[in-house]
Nanobody, 123 residues
Framework: QVHLVESGGGLVQAGGSLRLSCAAS????????MGWFRQAPGKEREPVAN????????YYADFVKGRFTISRDNAKNTAYLQMEALKPEDTAVYYC????????????????WGKGTLVTVSS
């Protein structure tokens, strides 16, 4: 079992930055693939970025490429999502998720989920 807790969400103006953190426990952190997803009101949950167990491989959704950076610190059991140049359309609840197998994009392939942290970007 993997327990995930997100933090770092909040209200920010368009063009601003935020860094989300996801603290993991319950399993050796370097054995789990980590992902960030988001869900805006009235929309389905969608993948944002994910990172391999070693941190050597990453995936980004097209709509965040060049603006968001996913990273992980295996010594601290924590994954991060650095968000720059935020837009109002980035407003959503952001979730971190984990899977015990290799890198994957689809939401349904992730086994463990945090409760989410709300990011609101004002125009």
């Amino acid at each position: 079992q993997v327990h995930l807790v997100e933090s770092g969400g909040g209200l920010v103006q368009a063009g601003g930055s935020l860094r989300l953190s996801c603290a993991a426990s319950g399993r050796a952190f370097n054995t789990i693939t980590m992902g960030w997803f988001r869900q805006a009101p009235g929309k389905e949950r969608e993948p944002v970025a994910n990172i391999s167990r070693s941190g050597g491989t990453t995936y980004y959704a097209d709509f965040v490429k060049g603006r968001f950076t996913i990273s992980r610190d295996n010594a601290k059991n924590t994954a991060y999502l650095q968000m720059e140049a935020l837009k109002p359309e980035d407003t959503a609840v952001y979730y971190c998720a984990a899977r015990t197998r290799g890198l994957a994009i689809r939401t349904t392939l992730y086994e463990y989920w945090g409760k989410g942290t709300l990011v609101t970007v004002s125009s």
